[in-house]
């Protein structure tokens, strides 16, 4: 099983970047998927999760009404638009699914991904 992280890189503040997640391996049907960040020397911070059909979705604090996440059940992918985005949203950002809801994603994980760098510079 893997979850392939990509599309990150170097923006200036303000600026925008979409992440993507393909899956492979096996079925994510009834999984809800998401992404973490981790900054150097901080703790793993939830970002966002998505249900299995898309129709529900749970975004953390700090990323509510720039970030949006989505999927394409058909191309195993999941995605991250990031807009306006700020210096302290510098990490790597991890994709993880889990069996059941986007807030249970927030707490618990079942795969994990690579992770993709992403830098905002001021």
């Known amino acids: 099983v893997q979850l392939q992280a990509s599309g990150g890189g170097l923006v200036q503040a303000g600026g925008s970047l979409r992440l993507s997640c393909a899956t492979s391996g096996r079925t994510f049907f009834g999984y809800a998927m998401g992404w973490f960040r981790q900054a150097p020397g901080k703790e793993r911070e939830f970002v966002a999760a998505?249900?299995?059909?898309?129709?529900?979705?749970y975004y953390g604090n700090s990323v509510k009404g720039r970030f949006t996440i989505s999927r394409d059940n058909a191309k195993n992918t999941v995605y991250l638009q990031m807009n306006s985005l700020k210096p302290e949203d510098t990490a790597v950002y991890y994709c993880?699914?889990?069996?059941?809801?986007?807030?249970?994603?927030?707490?618990?994980?079942?795969?994990w991904g690579q992770g993709t760098l992403v830098t905002v510079s001021s």
């Open positions: 998505i249900s299995w059909s898309g129709g529900s979705t």
């Open positions: 993880a699914a889990a069996k059941g809801t986007p807030n249970g994603l927030a707490l618990k994980n079942d795969y």
